[in-house]
């Protein structure tokens, strides 16, 4: 009696595993199958002030953000309560060198207090062959972690920097696609 009830409850067990596991995989075969559907926007920024034009792509359903920062020119981010991955886009003025990008960007966050880490640095480019510099960060930011990619480059003087920011693991391709989609042309006429 008492083996024939264990075995109705380790059927059971094994039932409800398996049906957990069909719905994980379901989840993750949609959600994968969303973002390689997903529709891209195009958002573009003309300085007159520099002479140029940069536009970057995110998924279509990111929504635009207020900017917080002085040098942002466009902040966006994924839809939902809580904002991230968010993408930020700033114009740098000409006090900055590409190399110490990722250095400067440590020190202002440092200046705030937070807890800043460079897990990597290397020298890049984007897809026309302009030097780019990319950079992935770790940080705390009200008790959240925080990792950064940031893909910098310059034009003429003055250093253009993307970074996108998400509060899970190491930046994926996913998101390294979007910062990587940057263009500078020259101002529109």
Do not use: C
């Amino acid at each position: 009696m008492i083996k024939r009830k264990r075995r109705g409850v380790i059927k059971r067990v094994i039932r409800t595993i398996l049906i957990m596991l069909g719905v994980f995989l379901l989840i993750a075969y949609t959600s994968a199958s969303h973002a390689q559907n997903a529709q891209w926007n195009t958002k573009e920024y003309v300085s007159s002030l520099w002479g140029f034009t940069l536009s970057i792509s995110h998924p279509a359903e990111w929504v635009e953000q207020p900017l917080i920062d002085s040098m942002q020119v466009l902040r966006v981010s994924a839809p939902g309560p809580i904002p991230y991955p968010t993408i930020i886009v700033s114009v740098i003025p000409p006090l900055y060198t590409l190399e110490r990008s990722a250095k400067d960007l440590a020190a202002r966050l440092r200046r705030f207090d937070y807890e800043v880490k460079i897990l990597y640095e290397k020298p890049s480019e984007l897809k026309n062959g302009a030097p780019a510099y990319e950079a992935e960060l770790e940080w705390i930011w009200d008790g959240t972690k925080l990792n950064t990619l940031m893909l910098a480059t310059m034009k003429e003087r003055v250093m253009i920097m993307v970074t996108v920011n998400n509060p899970k693991d190491r930046i994926g391709e996913d998101l390294k696609k979007i910062l990587y989609s940057l263009e500078v042309k020259p101002e529109k006429e």
